[in-house]
């Protein structure tokens, strides 16, 4: 048997992704490390090298999915403003424990 010494690679599949993009890179500062333009997904790098966020965009319908990222105890009781929601405050709110993004009015 293998032993697993970790998660390298998550795929998302979202239905839009230039809105799904903003937030994983704004909000949760994940960087751009490929953009397939063909099969419309962008990969984003997690934690450095450490691991990939797949973003795949799709019309069809698809299952829920749960995924949970590891942060620091100081980033859930003080988290830090995200970029993209200093000059849209309608865009993001960040609570201690989770993220939620919402729509603007």
């Given at each position: 048997?293998?032993?697993?010494?970790?998660?390298?690679?998550?795929?998302?599949?979202?239905?839009?992704?230039?809105?799904?993009?903003?937030?994983?890179?704004?909000?949760?500062?994940?960087?751009?490390?490929?953009?397939?333009?063909?099969?419309?997904?962008?990969?984003?790098?997690?934690?450095?090298?450490?691991?990939?966020?797949?973003?795949?965009?799709r019309?069809?319908?698809?299952?829920?999915?749960?995924?949970?990222?590891?942060?620091?105890?100081?980033?859930?009781?003080?988290?830090?403003?995200?970029?993209?929601?200093?000059?849209?405050?309608?865009l993001?709110?960040?609570?201690?424990?989770?993220?939620?993004?919402?729509?603007?009015?």
């Amino acid at each position: 048997m293998l032993s697993i010494r970790g998660l390298y690679e998550v795929a998302i599949p979202v239905r839009r992704l230039q809105r799904a993009e903003t937030f994983y890179r704004d909000v949760l500062g994940l960087e751009v490390g490929l953009r397939d333009e063909r099969r419309n997904w962008l990969f984003l790098r997690a934690g450095g090298t450490a691991g990939i966020v797949v973003l795949q965009e799709r019309d069809a319908e698809f299952p829920s999915c749960h995924f949970a990222f590891t942060v620091s105890q100081s980033d859930l009781e003080h988290p830090p403003r995200p970029r993209s929601v200093r000059s849209r405050p309608d865009l993001a709110r960040l609570d201690p424990g989770q993220i939620r993004l919402l729509r603007g009015s």
